[in-house]
């Protein structure tokens, strides 16, 4: 049971891969996206906090020299054993040596995704213990909750095992993908494992995208079992197929070492005898040139995740792990893995599917139906989850889908591939982890999607919009203007800055009175057009700021932008001008603004004076303002925070002022004399303050109208001194 008790506000995703040129991890990865916001209400989206998977280089092979002791030290702190609090020192240290900047972006989240995929064997530090090293300290050392899911359970070392389930029993939540890693997590001894499937099965092809493929097609992907001469011996098995069947063979570069087949193939059929896809082009667009083939030949799980989601069959080959065979037990044995050298089972399966082409597709739609069930069941828990609820994980994921199967009678030949893939492993490269991830990454192929008219991808546009709200004004400018011409309630859901106007950019005071004119009754009677949409964060280009805050003004009076346009001009020091034209403003319509503008362009106008004004009277006038507002606004945000909202609280009932710090003692309520002392002296000092004096005065009457300390503990001959602004 997994118990936050706040919402969700901003989630890491450790070992984020979806923005590798490499179709499986971007499948999996944005479905675990998908599957994140499922259940989720628009405006409730978190922040998403990606930490890629980190590159092999020197600091892990220094890390590798100490496997033992960060073995130990996971160990010690997960089972409370004595040295725990050195063992987590030394673990949050390597931690935050080699993760940098995302040790910090994991310790200001509100929820830790562990995806693990199948990166983890034990063979050495990078496909073991480091994987668990951020999840780990941040559970132990920050107190966040982790939850861990999208993911195989495998591992070619004892010791890795032991260290390993010590890990994940120290979890909130440990979910795994396919039926082999859920015989496998309870025979290591984790505890309360789930079965979610694995988030790529959510794949959604690009509408629009079928020429990409025919049905003239099958498709070839590749395999990490054993070694380069692997790939001579699928195209073999795929130049037999294309001979047996008659079609067309489609090479898919899903990962970078996929390219040799490419080369086998020019070699054996030449240039004009294939088909393939660009590496560059969207997991969704090889999603949908797969649901045109008649079906699928390799040993990428992934891969064949995607062909069953389309309901595309797959002769399956082995793989890196036992997850293809996990997979097959999911699937109710639909898609057994056949070894390279059994060529007879391979073509029988061939021949079978192109004798019933419908009858394969409606096989696959049916067993992959009950996984796609399971995923709503797993999207609405995950939304509780976020919500701040505390709630039991559903029945249906604490039990495995389809067959049950042996980790047992799988992992011999495994380990011995792993361990012998392991011996090529080198460390180079820098030792840095990388910027932030490039505006193309985020958003080409989301917004194509959405283009295409895939209404799936709105979604994750709307909380990259709300996790990255610069990128768009960092993207190149092709890319940059495609994002701005998305409909503008995908600015308003994401809370973002939206794109100016092409014959309407407002950049200098010019460009502003050209908008609202020169003639300040005029824009008193001026509504600005539409609804006033919710306060965004600032943006960094001017244009794009003031278009998004004329947004907040809608349907009020022109001035109460013009107003605070004018204000943006004087922070960003754009025009000396507007300084002058800021002063007039409220030399002219004092009464006008205070009655109409809110508390928060009350509080930016006295900021603004106390800016321009520094070390006259008029400036501390206005500080005053600001000081109030700001203090009111720094408890009552701690009381929302501790949950404090009962108004009818007896203030008096405290057995006299208890003490503070430094010698200070609280507020005697009922009796003291501060709140009135306080008070009558912010009024004296509106009285002469000119226009900042008006705005603090107003301000001192809206505090003492609302349920604010000043209101609630004041005396009441106080708050009735207060009830009316002073002139």
């Not at 039926?179 to 790529?200: C, E, Q």
Request: net charge neutral.
């Amino acid at each position: 049971m997994i118990s936050i008790g706040y919402p969700v506000r901003c989630i890491s995703v450790v070992n984020f891969t979806g923005f590798r040129a490499n179709w499986g991890c971007q499948a999996t990865s944005w479905g675990l996206v998908d599957l994140l916001n499922g259940a989720m209400p628009v405006p409730d989206l978190p922040h998403l906090r990606p930490v890629p998977l980190l590159g092999r280089n020197p600091a892990d092979l220094a890390m590798e020299r100490q496997r033992d002791q960060i073995h130990q030290a996971i160990e010690d702190v997960a089972n409370a054993r004595p040295g725990a609090d050195a063992g987590l020192r030394f673990l949050e240290t390597l931690c935050t040596q080699r993760y940098g900047r995302y040790a910090q972006q994991v310790r200001h989240s509100d929820l830790v995704v562990l995806q693990a995929e199948g990166t983890m064997a034990g063979t050495d530090i990078v496909r073991g213990a480091r994987l668990l090293l951020l999840p780990f300290v941040a559970r132990h050392a920050w107190k966040k909750p982790v939850i861990a899911m999208n993911q195989t359970i495998y591992s070619c070392d004892d010791d890795f095992t032991r260290v390993l389930t010590a890990a994940y029993n120290s979890f909130d939540m440990v979910a795994v993908r396919e039926n082999i890693s859920f015989d496998a997590a309870r025979r290591a001894g984790i505890r309360d494992v789930l079965h979610i499937p694995d988030a790529a099965f959510l794949v959604r092809p690009r509408p629009g995208g079928q020429g990409l493929a025919t049905p003239g097609h099958f498709a070839v992907s590749g395999t990490a079992y054993e070694g380069a001469e692997t790939y001579s011996r699928l195209i073999g098995i795929a130049d037999h197929l294309r001979r047996e069947t008659g079609l067309r063979p489609l090479v898919l570069v899903s990962a970078s070492e996929d390219r040799a087949l490419v080369d086998q193939a020019r070699q054996l059929w030449g240039d004009g005898g294939f088909d393939t896809l660009p590496t560059e082009a969207p997991h969704s667009v090889v999603a949908s040139a797969l649901q045109r083939c008649r079906f699928l030949l390799g040993g990428r799980y992934h891969m064949a995740i995607m062909a069953a989601a389309m309901a595309t069959p797959v002769i399956q080959l082995p793989g890196n792990t036992y997850k293809n065979e996990g997979l097959s037990a999911m699937l109710d044995g639909l898609i057994p893995v056949r070894q390279p050298e059994d060529l007879a089972a391979i073509t029988a399966d061939a021949a079978a599917i192109m004798e019933a082409p419908d009858r394969a597709r409606d096989g696959l739609r049916a067993a992959v139906a009950p996984l796609h069930d399971r995923l709503q069941v797993a999207a609405q828990y995950l939304a509780q989850v976020q919500q701040g609820e505390t709630v039991a994980a559903p029945d249906l994921l604490r039990h495995a889908p389809g067959q049950a199967i042996s980790a047992s009678d799988h992992l011999p030949v495994y380990r011995a591939n792993s361990i012998r893939r392991a011996e090529g492993f080198s460390y180079h490269g820098a030792a840095g982890v990388g910027g932030a991830p490039a505006p193309r990454d985020l958003f080409e192929a989301r917004l194509d999607d959405l283009q295409a008219g895939d209404q799936g991808a709105r979604s994750s546009l709307i909380q990259i919009m709300k996790s990255f709200p610069g990128a768009p004004e960092r993207a190149r400018p092709t890319l940059r203007e495609a994002i701005y011409r998305l409909p503008l309630d995908l600015f308003r859901d994401a809370r973002v800055p939206r794109p100016p106007s092409e014959d309407a950019q407002m950049r200098t005071l010019e460009d502003i009175l050209r908008v609202c004119g020169p003639d300040l009754r005029a824009m008193c009677d001026r509504i600005v057009p539409g609804q006033p949409a919710p306060h965004r964060p600032r943006a960094a280009d001017l244009a794009v700021h003031l278009a998004t805050l004329r947004e907040e003004f809608g349907g009020s009076p022109e001035l109460l932008f013009y107003h605070a346009a004018l204000i943006t001009l004087i922070r960003r020091g754009q025009d000396d001008t507007a300084i002058a034209k800021f002063r007039a403003l409220w030399a002219e319509m004092p009464d006008f603004l205070c009655a109409r503008l809110n508390a928060r362009w009350l509080v930016s106008a006295c900021d603004t004076f106390a800016d321009i004004s520094r070390g006259s009277s008029e400036g501390t006038t206005a500080l005053l303002g600001s000081v109030l507002i700001n203090t009111v606004k720094l408890y009552e945000t701690e009381r929302e925070a501790l949950g404090i909202s009962d108004e009818s609280a007896n203030y008096r009932s405290m057995a006299g002022p208890p003490p503070l710090h430094d010698g200070l003692t609280a507020y005697g309520v009922g009796g003291g004399e501060m709140v009135g002392n306080l008070l009558d002296r912010i009024r004296v000092a509106a009285l002469s303050g000119g226009a900042p004096g008006r705005i603090v005065g107003e301000l001192l009457t809206r505090t003492m109208q609302a349920h604010t300390a000043y209101a609630r503990l004041a005396p009441e001959g106080v708050r009735a001194a207060c009830a009316v602004p002073p002139r």
